[in-house]
């Protein structure tokens, strides 16, 4: 017996529902519209086309195409879109049941969970409030991968829903034990502020996978993360361990490997679609990070069929 499929595509009509459910994917076309949630179920709130605005205690979430938003179970939030366009979104709500069983197997382990002798953990999992980018954790990744096939109504009959969503509270749990590691990498003392200066400092590091291939400079990105230059610069390295220049390249020198797989693309070209200045200045960056000049690169990667 197959599982029904448990994704419906909805219109305004979706602020007069409870949203409270378990195991479900909301999909959802909207130009306007406002809610206030007294008890939401534990979700993810995913951008397709347009923004999404979210607030959440005291804080506005904007949540644009390519990102998400995690909400925790029983929060209270409003939801507001206003767009000339249509909105496109997907909402993803978890059991919270699961994924508090998830968690407490990847925190406790499967051995203290089976022994009913021994001192189990009893913290419950809470997940870190703030917009993601799609590549910026494994539920993000797992979300990108499977959005193709959630939005196909002809590949989402292919799709076994009871393993998705137990896939997709693992990620959940993961990216969240991941999320903590960031944190704990800040020296400060205050776990509070250790917090909000992680969503600060994301928050300039997801606009630099959106746009590493302009010109960006520390101030602009300081601007971003809402701190002073060298608090920006001191925080990105501890959580990130590496500055900031550092990562733009490695983004552009991911970029260009990419480039190079497509044969109509000269190592000219792709050096300048990378924000370099010539080859030369290509040249040498690429081989410092992959080991070899880029025309290697290249020869290798198409040679084998290879994909980066």
Same mark, same amino acid.
């Given at each position: 017996?197959?599982?029904?499929?448990?994704?419906?595509?909805?219109?305004g009509s979706l602020q007069h529902l409870r949203l409270?459910?378990?195991?479900?994917?909301?999909?959802?076309?909207?130009?306007?519209? =406002?809610?206030? !949630? #007294?008890?939401?179920g534990l979700s993810v709130k995913m951008a397709i086309h347009g923004v999404e605005k979210y607030r959440i205690g005291d804080r506005t979430h904007h949540v644009s195409a390519g990102r998400f938003l995690v909400v925790n179970h029983h929060q209270r939030f409003q939801c507001r879109v206003q767009s000339a366009e249509l909105v496109e979104g997907m909402c993803f709500y978890i059991?919270? =049941?699961?994924? !508090? #069983?998830?968690y407490q197997v990847q925190t406790t382990g499967h051995r203290k969970m089976l022994d009913?002798?021994?001192?189990?953990?009893?913290?419950?999992?809470i997940f870190t409030e703030k917009v993601f980018g799609l590549g910026e954790s494994p539920l993000g990744q797992f979300l990108n991968a499977m959005a193709p096939?959630?939005?196909?109504?002809q590949l989402r009959q292919r799709v076994d829903f009871d393993s998705f969503f137990v896939t997709m509270a693992e990620r959940l749990v993961e990216s969240q034990h991941q999320t903590q590691q960031l944190i704990g990498s800040l020296t400060n003392e205050k776990a509070s502020t250790r917090e909000e200066l992680y969503r600060r400092i994301s928050l300039a590091r997801t606009y630099i996978d959106e746009q590493f291939l302009q010109e960006i400079s520390l101030d602009e990105l300081a601007e971003v993360a809402m701190t002073s230059k060298y608090h920006f610069l001191r925080c990105f390295k501890e959580i990130y361990r590496c500055a900031p220049y550092q990562?733009?390249?490695?983004?552009?020198?991911q970029h260009g490997a990419e480039l190079l797989l497509q044969k109509e693309r000269s190592l000219t070209e792709v050096a300048l679609e990378t924000g370099f200045t010539d080859r030369r200045a290509f040249n040498k960056a690429f081989?410092?990070?992959f080991g070899v000049l880029p025309s290697a690169f290249k020869e290798q990667k198409n040679g084998m069929g290879l994909h980066v």
């Open positions: 017996m197959s599982t029904p499929i448990p994704i419906r595509t909805v219109d409270n459910f378990r195991n479900q994917i909301f999909h959802s076309f909207v130009n306007s519209f =406002a809610r206030d !949630e #007294e008890d939401s059991d919270p =049941a699961a994924a !508090e #069983e998830i009913k002798g021994s001192e189990t953990s009893h913290t419950t999992a096939c959630l939005r196909d109504p990562y733009v390249l490695h983004k552009r020198l081989r410092k990070s």
